[in-house]
């Protein structure tokens, strides 16, 4: 063939990958715009939210794009480790797996059913609205300022409201997507972390040298590919928990800041999308401080089972060996929101609170 099946494939990859920015930038730019030419400050946050989730979503869908190579070796050695794991450990990896379902299973149900009310039920609930100056005008998702061209008008309302409600899916799409790759790795991680205390614990049931000799080269072995999985782990994951970590803040504010709007304006419909909302974010940072607090507990008790070892049962040359594994021990693996906070449930609540301190702020100023 004059055409390869890889370069067909790259090619649709890469038209694909246009669409969607290009969908993007359709549906980011005019609604900016709109929100310069409001004049009400507390409108302007109102609409302003849906925008900057948007920029963080593709902020961390380019980079997944730029690693999609240390993403895809991630992917391979999870698919590694579960080919070559034993019974018992396939059943650790599985409960880990099942973590990362459920969260992601909660955060998509939450997350797809609010943005179905926010980008259709709801502009189509409130139907034609009549301007003081006798206009009619039909709600779009996002309002939006397209110039000289009539939005309003058939079929340019309906083409613009199309192209809105799939930008929205799209970007719920990549939410949920990246949370669920970095949960995914983060909970394998603590699956192998989970392993390697097993090892450790398992080490003195055995007092035959070769047999302990063994153990602690599969030991070395293996606390050597966590190294490197955490290597490659830190190559991305640390800089989407960051946008996720600042975008949360901002968009929890806000939302907080919306649901005290629309409580005022008796708007019980529009103030129940934004509960569900809410909820999904703050389910959403939970998983993410949660994951990273089972990476600091999972690690803690691999410096435990080291300190409590029974090293004395063990030929002293082989107990020396161990030395160098104990101070290693005593630095834990965690994830970090771009390599500036650990990532644990002090974390967030430091978060909440923080993100209820500038919606005081919000109430204040406005």
Same mark, same amino acid.
């Given at each position: 063939?004059?055409?390869? +099946? ?71 050695? #999870? ?27 909660? #955060? ?32 779009? +998702? ?12 058939? +079929? ?59 153990? =602690? ?22 800089? =989407?928990?960051? #946008? ?10 806000? #939302? ?26 703050? =389910? ?48 834990? =693996? ?33």
């Amino acid at each position: 063939p004059l055409v390869s +099946p890889s370069a067909v494939t790259k090619f649709f990859n890469s038209f694909t990958i246009f669409i969607l920015y290009l969908l993007q930038l359709i549906v980011l730019i005019p609604g900016l715009l709109y929100v310069l030419q409001v004049k009400n400050a507390r409108t302007k946050i109102k609409l302003l939210m849906p925008h900057l989730n948007s920029i963080a979503q593709m902020a961390k869908y380019t980079i997944i794009l730029q690693r999609a190579k240390e993403f895809s070796k991630l992917l391979d050695e #999870i698919k590694k480790d579960w080919l070559i794991a034993t019974e018992e450990n396939r059943q650790i990896f599985s409960e880990r797996a099942s973590i990362e379902h459920k969260l992601t299973t909660v #955060i998509v149900v939450t997350m797809y059913g609010g943005g179905f009310f926010y980008r259709t039920i709801l502009p189509l609930s409130k139907g034609k609205i009549l301007l003081p100056n006798n206009m009619t005008v039909r709600l779009l +998702p996002c309002p939006s300022y397209f110039g000289s061209l009539n939005e309003q008008a058939t +079929p340019n309302y309906e083409i613009i409201f199309t192209l809105q409600v799939l930008g929205g899916f799209i970007i719920y799409t990549v939410l949920c997507g990246t949370k669920s790759a970095c949960l995914m790795l983060c909970l394998h991680m603590c699956g192998l972390l989970k392993i390697l205390t097993n090892k450790i614990v398992d080490l003195t049931n055995d007092s035959d040298e070769q047999i302990v000799q063994e153990k =602690i080269v599969h030991i070395v072995e293996y606390q050597t590919r966590i190294k490197e999985f955490l290597n490659q782990l830190d190559q991305f994951v640390p800089a =989407i928990y960051l #946008i996720e970590v600042v975008i949360q803040v901002l968009i929890i504010c806000i #939302i907080g800041y919306c649901i005290i709007m629309e409580w005022e304006d008796s708007n019980a419909m529009a103030m129940v999308i934004y509960v569900v909302f809410q909820v999904t974010c703050v =389910i959403g940072t939970f998983s993410v401080c949660y994951v990273g607090q089972l990476l600091l507990d999972e690690s803690e008790n691999i410096r435990q089972a080291y300190n409590t070892l029974n090293w004395y049962r063990l030929p002293v040359n082989k107990a020396r060996s161990l030395i160098l594994l104990i101070l290693m021990s005593h630095y834990p =693996i965690k994830v970090t929101a771009g390599r500036i906070m650990d990532l644990s449930l002090v974390t967030f609540t430091s978060i909440i609170k923080s993100a209820v301190g500038y919606m005081n702020m919000l109430r204040t100023v406005t």
